[in-house]
């Protein structure tokens, strides 16, 4: 004979919500590690436990910190002049968190470096609009102007 047991539907959602939690408490250690690896300029190790913190949490939007760990990631590529590599995690980043201008900064230094200037115009037009009183941000968007105009180069 064979038995099924059936949880309530309160049960497994208080099973689901904890384990969230301990998948969120993990992440958040992978992320700490990251960042002790980044301010070693250990960028690899980074891209490594970012990626583990990722993996963990899964395609979920859900999560709150997957577009943190997307962006610290997106910076060790760049870090590695990584750009295609660094786009697609700033990509991710912005897709998860349309509030993150600083998601939105890098994807428009990847956009820059890789050719786009018409992206990276569009990304660092969407960063200013987001936070307008950044130098770092309101620097690139003149840089980016500059260049579409062509009065200088990458950097």
Not at 98 to 111: E, I, S, V
Not at 114 to 138: F, H, N, Q
Request: glycine content about 10%; hydrophobic content about 35%; overall charge negative.
């Amino acid at each position: 004979q064979t038995f099924v047991w059936f949880l309530p539907p309160t049960c497994c959602s208080r099973l689901h919500s904890r384990a969230m939690e301990d998948g969120e408490r993990r992440a958040s250690c992978l992320k700490e590690q990251g960042n002790a690896a980044v301010k070693e300029r250990d960028y690899r190790q980074a891209i490594e436990l970012y990626g583990q913190g990722i993996e963990l949490l899964g395609d979920s939007s859900a999560s709150p910190s997957v577009f943190a760990l997307y962006g610290n990631r997106c910076l060790c590529h760049m870090k590695l002049s990584r750009y295609e590599e660094a786009r697609s995690d700033a990509q991710q980043a912005v897709q998860r968190n349309t509030r993150y201008a600083k998601g939105f900064y890098r994807l428009a230094l990847c956009q820059r470096q890789l050719g786009d200037l018409a992206g990276a115009w569009e990304s660092i037009t969407r960063a200013v609009g987001l936070e307008p009183e950044d130098a770092e941000i309101c620097a690139l968007e003149r840089e980016i102007c500059a260049q579409e105009r062509g009065e200088g180069g990458i950097g």
